[in-house]
């Protein structure tokens, strides 16, 4: 059983990590085919001069750093109000949005949009897509606060109020503070979230609001391209590094 | 004269009446305890005195200031709360500067300093509340309450988070804190023994209402309902008179004359450490229980005994 265990373990990383790691690999392949032939940065070069990649990360930032500051903050609001009225139906139907498929969520969206069009003077683009962003990630937010709040003793803003504090400075000189940690996490999330949504993303994005799910999405299908895995690559050390960041801020 | 003055309150929740019709008067200075087991509504009562939850109806007075209605910042009482409520990204000294730097006081470092050493915790000063013991929380949440010089200090049940040692440590050092600062304690307890140890006064409360007030001695000597009598200690009830196990004797020869005797059986015989505690049966079928110090001797189970006292320690409570 003693040695059994981190044999289990070293499976389930391979598991989960294998895939990550040839891909990486190929990414490094002077070939264009998955048989290897040598080490070259080709692919990277190929990805640094690609102008359609370039703004279509430019994009995917943009709408990602929105979309999460926006949702971190109504969500964060919104997860105090719901953690002060208590009510277990309205905290219950957040995780309604959470198990809805993606597909519906994006349909549901574009008709909302559709239908808003004709009353407004808009079309279908980086707007349209920040809303549908913030919508999705919003939940997320309020989800992993909450959990924070459920935690928390009910009786520490009283405290601030009994020495002296109005219910503003209740909430930012001690409520704030206690959540901070949990307001990090969720803001995390809310930006992997955004930054890898492809289904709701494609259906509600416009001309000029490719993001680089979308663009990856349409080179792979067109075949094994190496410049797809070298971009892949970034994302997964961006985002791996953005982690470790994020544990080191939590601690500090 | 800071007195707090509670004038008929009532307390309705959704479901039932919590406070029932409550008056008191805690004279500025007093050691005050509000007695009564869970839900008797005694929490609620110190959350209407701090402002947390408002009466239904009933005036609550301090210092002739009506207090109905203000915001608890407005309100010049304090609270150690049963959590203690510390914020846990604070150090005990952040925690204590709370409440002055919200007044905006210019001595706000000379105050925090006396008010740490006040609790013996300038050591500590430094120290986030995850990193610190039960009692050392205890004394920071008492520093933060007291260093703002409170016209009442409100204490919800402060001692029952702590091990029954420690407890017993800062029974002696709250009741010592309190006759330094000279400010009213109104202390919030379910532990009879606490209320009597470090109290000046008593309210014992009962399903919303207040079944009697008095000093210690008059509460456990002379309880005025059964309630009452029973919440303080054992009691040994024939018929409409009740004894304390502690004045009922036991003996194997007759006892003196003028005293109320029952001819018993010994059931059990435990030692206590302190004392002995012997439980025995009337013939009539009734459990009786005597509390007998060391040196007045040993019974057996099945023993033959007398169990008597002096009918001056009765308490007469018709049922």
Same mark, same amino acid.
């Given at each position: 059983m003693k040695r059994l265990l981190p044999l289990y373990v070293i499976a389930i990383y391979a598991f989960l990590h294998v895939p990550l790691l040839i891909l990486c690999g190929f990414s490094f392949n002077s070939s264009k085919f998955t048989v290897w032939e040598g080490f070259s940065l080709v692919w990277y070069e190929a990805m640094w001069n690609d102008g359609a990649l370039a703004e279509a990360t430019l994009n995917s930032l943009v709408i990602a750093v929105v979309s999460t500051v926006v949702a971190t903050a109504v969500g964060t609001l919104g997860?105090?109000?719901?953690?002060?009225?208590?009510?277990?139906?309205?905290?219950?139907?957040?995780?309604?949005?959470?198990?809805?498929?993606?597909?519906?969520?994006?349909?549901?969206?574009? !008709? /909302?949009?559709?239908? $808003? +069009? *004709?009353?407004?003077? %808009?079309?279908?683009?980086?707007?349209?897509?920040?809303? #549908?962003?913030?919508?999705?990630?919003?939940?997320?937010?309020?989800?992993?606060?909450?959990?924070?709040?459920?935690?928390?003793?009910?009786?520490?803003?009283?405290?601030?109020?009994?020495?002296? !504090? /109005?219910?503003?400075? $209740? +909430? *930012?000189?001690?409520? %704030?503070?206690?959540?901070?940690?949990?307001?990090?996490? #969720?803001?995390l999330l809310a930006f992997t979230v955004s930054f890898d949504d492809y289904v709701i993303t494609a259906l509600v994005a416009g001309v000029d609001s490719e993001t680089l799910p979308m663009v990856l999405y349409a080179m792979a299908r067109r075949g094994a391209n190496p410049v797809v895995s070298a971009i892949s690559t970034v994302i997964f050390v961006g985002l791996g590094l953005l982690i470790v960041v994020s544990e080191r801020l939590q601690k500090a | 004269m800071s007195e707090l003055i509670l004038e008929g309150i009532y307390k309705d929740f959704p479901t039932h009446r919590v406070v029932d019709g409550i008056t008191l008067t805690i004279p500025q200075g007093c050691f005050y305890s509000l007695l009564g087991p869970s839900g008797c509504g005694k929490t609620t009562t110190l959350r209407m005195i701090a402002g947390f939850d408002e009466p239904d109806r009933g005036l609550i007075k301090l210092a002739g200031r009506t207090l109905n209605g203000l915001r608890p910042y407005e309100r010049p009482v304090?609270?150690?709360?049963?959590?203690?409520?510390?914020?846990?990204?604070?150090?005990?000294?952040?925690?204590?500067?709370?409440?002055?730097?919200?007044?905006k006081d210019p001595d706000t470092a000379k105050k925090v300093r006396d008010a740490l050493e006040l609790v013996q915790l300038s050591a500590k000063a430094d120290r986030l509340p995850a990193k610190m013991s039960g009692g050392e929380r205890q004394r920071t949440a008492l520093a933060r309450a007291l260093v703002l010089e409170p016209e009442l200090l409100l204490l919800d049940e402060p001692l029952s988070a702590l091990d029954p040692a420690l407890r017993k440590?800062?029974?002696?050092?709250?009741k010592e804190l309190q006759a330094r600062v000279g400010i009213t304690f109104l202390f919030i307890t379910h532990d009879q023994e606490e209320a009597l140890s470090l109290s000046d006064r008593i309210a014992v409360m009962h399903q919303g209402r207040i079944e009697q007030m008095g000093s210690p001695q008059e509460i456990y000597l002379t309880p005025a309902t059964r309630f009452v009598a029973g919440f303080l200690g054992a009691v040994n009830w024939v018929g409409d008179v009740?004894?304390?196990?502690?004045?009922?004797?036991?003996?194997?020869?007759?006892?003196?004359?003028?005293?109320?005797?029952?001819?018993?059986?010994?059931?059990?015989?435990?030692?206590?450490?302190?004392?002995?505690?012997?439980?025995?049966?009337?013939?009539?079928?009734?459990?009786?229980?005597?509390?007998?110090?060391?040196?007045?001797?040993?019974?057996?189970?099945?023993?033959?005994?007398?169990?008597?006292?002096?009918?001056?320690?009765?308490?007469?409570?018709?049922?």
């Open positions: 997860a105090y109000g719901l953690w002060k009225k208590n009510s277990r139906l309205l905290s219950g139907s957040m995780y309604l949005s959470l198990v809805t498929p993606e597909i519906i969520t994006g349909i549901a969206m574009l !008709a /909302t949009f559709q239908w $808003a +069009f *004709r009353y407004l003077h %808009l079309q279908l683009g980086m707007t349209t897509v920040i809303l #549908a962003h913030v919508t999705f990630s919003m939940a997320y937010v309020l989800l992993v606060v909450m959990a924070r709040l459920r935690t928390a003793d009910p009786a520490l803003e009283e405290a601030a109020l009994d020495l002296g !504090a /109005t219910e503003w400075q $209740a +909430f *930012r000189l001690v409520t %704030l503070p206690m959540l901070k940690p949990g307001i990090a996490a #969720a803001a | 304090t609270t150690v709360f049963q959590s203690y409520a510390l914020f846990p990204h604070l150090t005990a000294a952040e925690n204590v500067a709370f409440g002055l730097r919200r007044r440590q800062m029974r002696v050092e709250l009740g004894v304390r196990p502690e004045l009922t004797r036991i003996s194997r020869e007759r006892p003196p004359s003028g005293m109320r005797v029952k001819e018993s059986t010994v059931s059990s015989a435990m030692f206590l450490g302190d004392c002995f505690r012997v439980e025995a049966q009337t013939a009539a079928g009734q459990s009786l229980v005597a509390q007998i110090a060391h040196g007045l001797g040993q019974f057996e189970r099945g023993e033959r005994v007398h169990l008597w006292w002096d009918p001056s320690d009765e308490m007469a409570l018709p049922e």
